[in-house]
């Protein structure tokens, strides 16, 4: 039988980024993947070179919105690594708690995009109505809904104010029982369980072959969380499980996603019980850094982003290197893609969480009759949804 | 065209371009599709292709790559179509501007109508933008 090819992208209503993918098929099935990456190259590294270490950390932030704490986070952990400097207590509260508020709105982000991707809008509405509080934490904690712009070399740049105590609790309260209700309606939704169950597996072998991070490679049964394997900031002083499971398909990647974000809210709670009693200085003076080099190393909402830093003595890097998490999850595609059907590639391809402005730190239109193509792509995810809805309906 | 203007103005449908941003203006942007925003009550609605769009909301700083197929979309979508230029990066250029790979000038890629600052904006500034330019398209 002959292969035909479908283009999806560049610039697709599915990819709120643009991003190319050429999918193979042989009939309904995935043979191939391809994907055609570089549009969102904006050349961090490189600029980041040319500016001081307080600036690199304002350019990193940029590399993602989403994952705005991350990036650096392992930034100002390269440039301590360098020098070993200390970090006062308070700051490493104040760090992890950003860092947890970032991975809960990222979860619940990535949640309901799968939602909408598969056609349930509900789901989709549900999940980003919860995150506007978090995000309204975000901006009682830092001043910004998205780019914080609070860490610096050697702590953070704004502290927590003891009024606001009250109202973080508040939001946090509330967050905390959403969420367990939206989590517990996903988990035992006999739709999204019949849709996604088996689909895209990665194989605990696959995930490993891969070098797979985060919520991907946790989901195939592979424990690694940078969190608790090499803690930073205050995550040896909090109490949290890493959540593992075993199937490797989409629906236990979504498990995995939901239940991390209910131990981020314990995190949270942690932290902010801390933050009354724990006083003091949130940051310390560093005056200059000295030549060397140093890694810094997160556990980003996708996986563990890594960066690289080398000093001259100077007030700038002479490199600056980042391994954003995507990089090495979108390749498992190649794995997890094969053999499915079309109308299960979309979401395939979407539990990864990929974020290609990390990647790449950008869409073509080929052929507008070509690109329709993607256009019944996002149908046929839909209606296979809708028919497993119209069967158990039909079955009640 | 006043008359076409206030048609259009009743609904306008949106499209997404994005020109290698950062993803945050692009989730504030669906941001305001969800319930606390809620901008379709508003007849803004979010659309899946350039052929149906009025209005295009562009972000980020343009790479090489992807600037000609940007001019390419626009070229693509019906007249009169109007740009609002999402964030700071379309706008100044934001901290890329010293980038190898980002356009110098975004407006001789596309001509832009509307710049709302911010980075990223909130959710608010852009309902504004949009209520001021329905304002505009109203005379
Ligand atoms: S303006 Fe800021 S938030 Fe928006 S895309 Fe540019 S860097 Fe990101």
Known sequence: MSKNKIPIGPFHPLLEEAEYFELTVDGETVVDIDLEIGWMHRGHEFISEQKSFTQSIYLVERIC?????????????AVEDIDNIDIPLRA??????????????SHLLWLGLAGHFIGYDTLWMWAWKYREPVLRMCEIVSGNRNHYGIMRVGGVAKDVDTGAIPDLMKNLDMIDSKIVMVANA????????????????LSYEDAIAYCATG?????????SDIRRDDPTDAYDLVDFDVIVASNGDVYDKLVVRLLETIESTKIIRQCIEKLKTVKGPILNNVKEISPGEGIGRYEAPRGEVFHYMRSDGTNRPIRHKVRAPSYVNIPTYSASCKGISVSDALITLAAVDPCYCCTERSLKIKDIKKNKCSFNLLDLSRSKTKRIRRKFNGNK | MGWYNKRLAKSLWVFHVSGSPCNNCDIEILDLLTPKYDVERLGIKLVGSVRQADVLLVTGVFNNKVAPKIKKLYEQAPKPVFVVAVGTCPASGCTFKDSYNTVEKREDVIPIDMYIPGCPPKPE???????????VLNG
């Open chain 1, 215 to 223: 919520p991907t490679s946790r989901a195939s049964g592979v424990p």
């Open chain 1, 92 to 105: 490493r509260y104040i760090r992890t708690l950003v860092g947890e508020l970032e991975r809960i709105h």
């Open chain 1, 186 to 201: 996903a988990k035992d939704d006999p739709v999204l369980k019949a849709r996604l169950k088996g689909v895209g597996v």
């Open chain 2, 125 to 135: 500034a852009m309902i504004e933008a949009v209520a001021k330019l329905i304002g």
């Open chain 1, 65 to 77: 919105g989403i994952c705005s704490t991350s990036h650096p986070l392992a930034c100002v952990h």
